[in-house]
């Protein structure tokens, strides 16, 4: 298995743009979650799916940031209007029980 | 709110020395996970403990869990500069899936 995939792994965008980020779980594992890590605030949990459906997004920090999971192989994090503080290294993972798997993240600078 | 606080936050030994790293919190926890995390890499699964007062051995890293499932250490017997990394405890809530991870330790192991 090829583990969970993250795309692109450098995204560097202006203040104001639209960024959307892109997660392939693991298959079979029908949970996923994403997380931001910054140096300040350490790994957080923005948002997790069990069966493709948003159980728990009190992390996702405001309006801006949506994420979706059309099918059980995709799952992707929108942040629009992006803006400087939203720089940090996103993660996903994926978990077909207790164990999660995390891919290589996305570190996204916005200028 | 669920916290976790780790100590200590940095951690620079000579090589075959041996370290022990703490995970605390005022809280209760279903479960409670270790990950170690490489620059520019995802956290990575060590263990997971479940029950209070359990032990677990990975080869020279021994894992232990609080009696009152609060708390956890991992002990690094002889370490070596592969172990060099950041440390990341997480706790699950009641349902298992919603995770709280800690800041970490940061642990550099000098040949």
């Known amino acids: 298995d090829a583990g969970v995939i993250q795309s692109p792994r450098h995204e560097v965008t202006e203040m104001g743009q639209e960024v959307t980020l892109r997660c392939k779980p693991i298959s079979g594992h029908d949970y996923l979650f994403w997380y931001r890590q910054t140096m300040m605030r350490g790994l957080e949990l923005l948002i997790y799916?069990?069966?493709?459906?948003?159980?728990?997004d009190s992390g996702m920090p405001e309006d801006r940031f949506s994420a979706k999971m059309p099918n059980a192989s995709f799952s992707t994090l929108k942040i629009q209007p992006s803006e400087p503080r939203d720089s940090a290294v996103y993660f996903c993972?994926?978990?077909?029980?207790?164990?999660?798997?995390f891919g290589p993240g996305t570190r996204l600078t916005v200028t | 709110t669920q916290l976790l606080e780790q100590s200590p936050q940095f951690l620079s030994i000579q090589e075959g020395e041996n370290l022990t790293v703490y995970c605390n919190s005022s809280s209760v926890f279903s479960s409670l996970q270790w990950y170690r995390q490489e620059p520019g890499e995802g956290p990575v699964l060590l263990v997971t403990v479940v029950t209070g007062g359990e032990v677990k051995k990975l080869k020279r890293l021994t894992f232990q869990f609080g009696d009152a499932r609060k708390d956890s250490s991992l002990h690094i017997t002889a370490a070596q500069p592969g172990d060099t990394g950041l440390y990341l405890c997480a706790g699950a809530d009641n349902y298992g899936q919603n995770f709280v991870f800690g800041p970490g330790t940061r642990l550099s192991v000098l040949p």
């Open positions: 993972a994926s978990s077909g029980g207790v164990e999660q798997y």
């Open positions: 799916f069990n069966n493709n459906v948003p159980i728990d």
